[in-house]
């Protein structure tokens, strides 16, 4: 993303009024649309060609879940930051995508301009989170906390004050507000919420290779390719 | 196969092509075009007549056979039996060749080589009521057609049976009787085993196509769900755009848009991933069934993945704290402010969070509230949550809002329940 140019940004979703009225969107914004394919298969396809930076992607697609586009696009794109978006809010689904890699999570019937501003964090790289979605991340900590260890996997853990922090988050608080009540800085707050993603992530990452060496799946595929994660 | 039963047109499982079950007989079989049902019984089946064909060889060859005028004939005999036991366990272990023709066969078999002890014993031995040349190997095909036609078939072919043996061995009566006795307890009891088996076989499948079919069926309603939701959106945001009339219909189709988001979502039977269904007994509850349908335009509520199970009647009592919670901050924060509830699901206790941004409580104010008897907050939250066994926690910074921690631990003892 080289200073100056526009941000590039991939849209996929399979109803098409919803895509174009998004596109339109993006554009007014400044930003540049570079592909608006309507399914998972399609998205990955075109990926490689469109470079986005941004993938505005819909968990609710007819021949993949948001889930494995996701993985898809982590493992062949890195570059590319997955924004996904549910039209029936924070569920298991929506803690899946976020835990395969994406970056970030949005009702769709969030309004333009936090639409807009959840875009703009994307590209950056920050987490963008929902009440609900802070939520879904506090339960599966403390789901992994219970959860019997695998053999010398290490369960990732919360820190006082990142827990704090998601429940502040979960709770409906901004930054600004959080960072006024912890006495931080507000950049601080986001490190603090990106640190917990990334592990998440990171945990993830590593469960789904060791499903794969123990169900001897091919280890030189990207994970990307694997339909399921580790249940 | 999903897609087979999913689409319910499918009224016979897959494998039921190649069943008995095409060929509908008449005289009514109770064992459908299930075989599959019935595999055991028919392995069974081949075990015990390999092992009366040894004991049947035993008798007659080696303990009964001074009782034999031919013994030579009588080892015929049983050669016999071992092939025609061998050609029917190789016959019967393809379901479509267990036919009326083969049974009966096996029938005449098992009679004939019956009647032939006729010729080959001792008059005096069939008196005194000494085991037939097929001792218990004929019961075989009495059991074979009880398998395949049910218990009237078996206790036909007992008769059958039985009726020659006592022709046979009139002057032993007493005895032979009890063998037809024996023959028509296994015929009926084998062939109500097998029904059974084919019944409960057939209920299990019916039971995979329907929960096939509703599963379809709620990745149906899931996708239409999202189309309507996702228009209701798109209403809203052009309606804003617009301005104006079109700015009032896109408010509605908001508020329609958020109701109907939580009218279907986890808990209520909607979008949970299979691995995490919530299992309600009578006896415990998922407080997030019970929170979630609260969600509003201005009430958000975040839960985890997993069901948050607590008994009914606590859970009860704490969705009921909440809703007190969130009626007092719609009551003095106005229509305007907007509320956050948390659920917490930790192993010792579950922790409800209620935070608004409205104005904030004054210092003081709660505990003049409580002191001066009008108890709203006191009772309907703190005095529910302490009898539950559990604390609530109010906190109000002016300006900011205020916050009810809701905290009840997992307990071991029944908790006071208020009535």
Redesign the interface.
């Known amino acids: 993303m080289a200073q100056g140019e526009p941000i590039r940004v991939m849209v996929v979703d399979d109803?098409p009024?919803?895509r174009d009225?998004v596109a339109r969107d993006l554009t007014e914004a400044g930003y540049e649309v570079v592909a608006t394919p309507a399914d998972g298969a399609q998205a990955l396809r075109v990926a490689g060609s469109a470079r986005p930076d941004v993938v505005v992607l819909d968990l609710?697609l007819p021949d993949m879940s948001g889930v494995e586009v996701t993985q898809g696009l982590r493992a062949a794109h890195p570059g590319a930051h997955v924004l996904v978006l549910?039209?029936?809010?924070?569920?298991?689904?929506v803690?899946?995508a976020v835990k395969a890699g994406a970056t970030g999570y949005l009702l769709?019937?969030a309004?333009?301009e936090e639409f807009l501003d959840a875009v703009r964090r994307t590209a950056d790289g920050d987490a963008v989170f929902t009440?609900?979605l802070?939520?879904?991340v506090?339960?599966?900590f403390?789901?992994l906390a219970?959860a019997p260890a695998g053999d010398g996997a290490e369960t990732p853990k919360l820190t006082e004050r990142e827990t704090e922090i998601l429940?502040m988050v979960?709770?409906?608080?901004s930054y600004k507000q959080i960072a006024t009540r912890l006495v931080l800085s507000h950049r601080t707050v986001q490190n603090h919420v990106q640190n917990t993603l990334n592990r998440l992530q990171l945990h993830n990452r590593v469960e789904l290779v060791r499903y794969a060496i123990e169900h001897g799946l091919a280890d030189t595929d990207p994970p990307g390719t694997m339909r399921d994660g580790p249940? | 196969m999903m897609a087979g039963c999913a689409s319910a047109r499918v009224k016979r499982p897959r494998w039921a092509a190649r069943s008995d079950g095409d060929r509908e007989s008449s005289g009514g079989q109770p064992q459908g075009g299930r075989p599959q049902s019935s595999e055991p019984l028919w392995r069974a089946l081949a075990v015990f007549r390999f092992a009366s064909l040894g004991y049947a060889a035993l008798l007659a060859g080696v303990l009964n056979s001074a009782r034999y005028s031919r013994p030579g004939w009588a080892w015929a005999a049983l050669a016999v039996m071992a092939a025609w036991t061998v050609i029917t366990t190789v016959a019967y272990a393809r379901p479509e060749r267990r036919t009326p023709p083969l049974l009966s066969a096996d029938l005449a078999v098992s009679v004939g080589l019956l009647l032939s002890t006729y010729a080959l014993q001792y008059p005096s031995a069939m008196r005194a009521g000494v085991m037939p040349v097929t001792a218990t190997w004929m019961a075989g095909s009495v059991l074979a057609w009880a398998i395949r036609y049910g218990s009237g078939a078996g206790a036909v072919a007992a008769l059958i049976l039985g009726g020659c043996d006592l022709w046979m061995y009139h002057r032993a009566v007493p005895v032979v009787l009890n063998g037809l006795v024996l023959l028509l307890l296994a015929g009926v009891i084998v062939g109500h085993l097998a029904r059974l088996a084919a019944e409960v076989e057939a209920e299990r499948q019916h039971a995979v196509q329907v929960e096939a079919a509703s599963r379809e069926r709620e990745r149906l309603a899931r996708d239409i769900h999202d189309s309507v939701l996702q228009v209701l959106a798109l209403v809203q945001r052009r309606g804003a755009e617009a301005g104006g009339e079109a700015a009032e219909f896109g408010q509605m189709a908001g508020q329609l848009e958020a109701s109907l988001r939580t009218l279907v979502g986890p808990g209520v039977g909607g979008g949970l991933s299979a691995a995490e269904p919530a299992p309600t007994s009578s006896k415990s509850a998922d407080l997030r069934a019970l929170l979630l349908p609260a969600q509003s335009e201005r009430v958000t509520v975040a839960v985890p993945a997993q069901a948050v199970l607590l008994e009914r009647g606590a859970a009860e009592e704490l969705a009921a704290a909440v809703r007190a919670a969130l009626d007092n901050v719609r009551r003095h924060c106005g229509g305007r402010a907007q509320a956050w509830v948390l659920v917490e699901d930790e192993p010792g206790q579950v922790t409800v969070t209620i935070r608004d941004n409205g104005p904030g409580i004054p210092g003081g104010r709660l505990a003049e509230a409580a002191a001066s008897g009008r108890l709203g907050v006191s009772h309907s939250i703190c005095g529910r949550l302490r009898d539950l066994g559990g604390s609530a926690v109010i906190r109000s910074v002016p300006g900011e809002g205020t916050e009810v921690e809701l905290r009840l631990p997992r307990r071991t003892t029944v908790p006071v329940v208020a009535s």
């Not at chain 1, 549910?86 to 689904?93: I, T």
């Not at chain 1, 979960?170 to 608080?173: I, K, L, W």
């Open positions: 109803h009024m919803w009225a609710q549910s039209a029936s809010g924070e569920q298991q689904d803690l899946d769709k019937s309004v333009r009440p609900g802070a939520a879904l506090l339960g599966e403390r789901r219970t429940r979960a709770t409906g608080m249940k």
